[in-house]
């Protein structure tokens, strides 16, 4: 089936701080296109849908500002900037040229994907800035707008981190999550929490799962690795 989830298009060429958006904005329950080149990333936005672009300014292949201007003479797509640069008239040149948000380096990927979200408000103001995802056919209803997870027909009553952890295995079935990857995506402040803190709620969520539906296991135990959605779920 196509991936109904909105997409955004990262075009950066260093590997760890592309790695650290896909890997937030999945989690935030977006579909991600990582490519490494300005020339790349046109193409992939000629393939399309793309909800949002996040643009590297320094690029091995040309100026971001450059390419952005060719993206502007085929499609109204929302662009944040990303640079290593960080004075002001970087960031005036950025947005006078139709730029809709500038971020630069180093920098939160929560903040980043909290500005993916303000900017698809804007842009889309008559339209849910937060994507809903249906995972696994009829299973899952995972509604970020209203903060509301359903599974097999059942509203599940979750709490914070529950219902954050949940969106962290449906943006991805199938991968394995460590606790302290877990950790990082769920809690406000990870350091205060502890492996067991993961486990705990593992296993509450798994009790709330099995009130749904007694015979499933969704949530797949790796042992001294993690934990993983089961994507037959």
């Not at 944040?80 to 004075?87: C, E, G, H």
């Amino acid at each position: 089936m196509p991936d109904a989830r909105p997409t955004i298009l990262v075009i950066e060429d260093e590997a760890a701080i592309a790695d650290a958006i896909v890997y937030a904005v999945q989690t935030e329950g977006f579909a991600a296109v990582w490519k490494t080149t300005g020339r790349e990333g046109i193409a992939a936005l000629k393939k399309g849908p793309v909800a949002l672009v996040v643009l590297d300014i320094g690029l091995p292949d040309g100026s971001g500002l450059d390419f952005f201007r060719e993206i502007r003479r085929e499609s109204r797509v929302p662009v944040i900037f990303l640079t290593a640069r960080s004075s002001e008239v970087d960031r005036v040149v950025g947005l006078e040229i139709g730029g809709d948000d500038y971020l630069a380096k180093p920098f939160s990927p929560r903040e980043l994907t909290a500005r993916i979200r303000a900017v698809l408000r804007r842009v889309n103001p008559n339209e849910e800035s937060t994507p809903s995802a249906t995972t696994g056919g009829r299973c899952w209803v995972y509604d970020q707008a209203r903060c509301r997870i359903s599974y097999r027909g059942r509203a599940l009553d979750l709490s914070r981190n529950e219902y954050r952890l949940l969106g962290v295995f449906l943006a991805q079935p199938g991968r394995v999550f460590s606790r302290e990857q877990l950790m990082m995506a769920a809690w406000e402040d990870p350091t205060a929490a502890l492996d067991r803190t993961v486990d705990a709620h593992i296993k509450t969520l798994r009790a709330k799962l099995r009130a749904a539906a007694p015979e499933a296991d969704p949530i797949a135990t790796h042992r001294g690795l993690g934990y993983s959605l089961r994507e037959d779920t």
